[in-house]
């Protein structure tokens, strides 16, 4: 495992965003060297400002689109805007981002013999017509859509992983994470989490799309992390795709009421009409996950929401 393995030189793009930040937080303690890369697209510094001194801790502006050249053991590539309101806004570059991102990181793993990981997304099975996805499941994507920069983007991503192993024996990994939550998400792109809290920690009416009958499984970043790093250093033949996410399933509603409950600010619930495109579920199959990393989450809904919550209370 990880944790008790040598030091490495470990690259993460992507390293000052929700996750990749955290993932910082646990390869420094573990005692290997960070090389965090990002260019601040939607993050903040704030992420990392508490690493910024860290000794074995290092930072790069860098967008990804471009080569890199360093020195690397390791590579977590999770550079990508990653909400619909982030990667909408240029969506072009959102393609990029995937495509060109791991053009670049892979090519970077083949020069120094690094293995690599692909912060790849539930997102690749687009809407799907078989609940829950399996790993074998290969999707149902609109190639032209609104959404197809981030879903197409990430597909040809896992492509270009399976071919750089094919064609080159990268040493590759590949794992579709599904909804993750925690602190340091941004209070305003648009995530159901910390859309429902914001709206509670400042007193506004919590708006559920639909009659929130609806149902989405939440899986605390703390539980994440520990997926990607046992499958980055899980045995060299499992390449993924891996589905890591929490498989526990929540109405909408019953979300709303836990964030009501605990922040009591005297916010109602307001109904309004459901987006066309809104599934219906979204829990992740994890059996992969569990038979052969021996990973499942740990944390509930009601033990990471107050940890989130006192977060955005902090940003408050
Ligand atoms: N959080 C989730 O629920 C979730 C679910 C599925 C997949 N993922 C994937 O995990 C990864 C991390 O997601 P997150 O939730 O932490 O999002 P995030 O937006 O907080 O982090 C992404 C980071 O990548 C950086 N970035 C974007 N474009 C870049 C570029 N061209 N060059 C360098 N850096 C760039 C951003 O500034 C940001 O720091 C993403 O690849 C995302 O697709 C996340």
Known sequence: ?????????ILVTGGAGFLGSHLCDRLLASGHDVLCVDNFYTSTRR?????????????????VTFPLYVEIDRIYNLACPASPIHYQRDPVQTTKTSVHGAINMLGLAKRTGARILQASTSEVYGDPELHPQPESYWGNVNPIGIRSCYDEGKRCAETLFFDYRRQHNLSIKVARIFNTYGPRMLPN???????????????????IYGDGSQTRSF???DDLVEGLLRLMESDEEITGPIN????????I???????????DNGSNIVYEPLPQDDPTQRPP???QARKVLGWEPK???DEGLPITIDFFKGLM
């Not at 890591?244 to 109405?251: D, I, Q, T």
């Open 1 to 9: 495992m990880n944790q008790s393995s040598p030091p490495q030189r």
């Open 244 to 251: 890591l996410g929490n498989p526990n399933e929540f109405s």
């Open 253 to 263: 509603k019953e979300l709303a009421e836990k964030v009501v409950n605990l922040i």
């Open 189 to 207: 792109d648009g995530r159901v989490v910390s859309n429902f809290i914001n709206q509670a920690l400042r007193g506004d009416s919590i708006t």
């Open 219 to 221: 899986c605390y970043v």
């Open 299 to 301: 944390i509930p809904l």
């Open 285 to 287: 199959d994890i059996g």
């Open 47 to 63: 992420n990392i400002t508490h690493l910024l001194e860290h000794p074995n801790f290092e930072l790069i502006r860098h967008d």
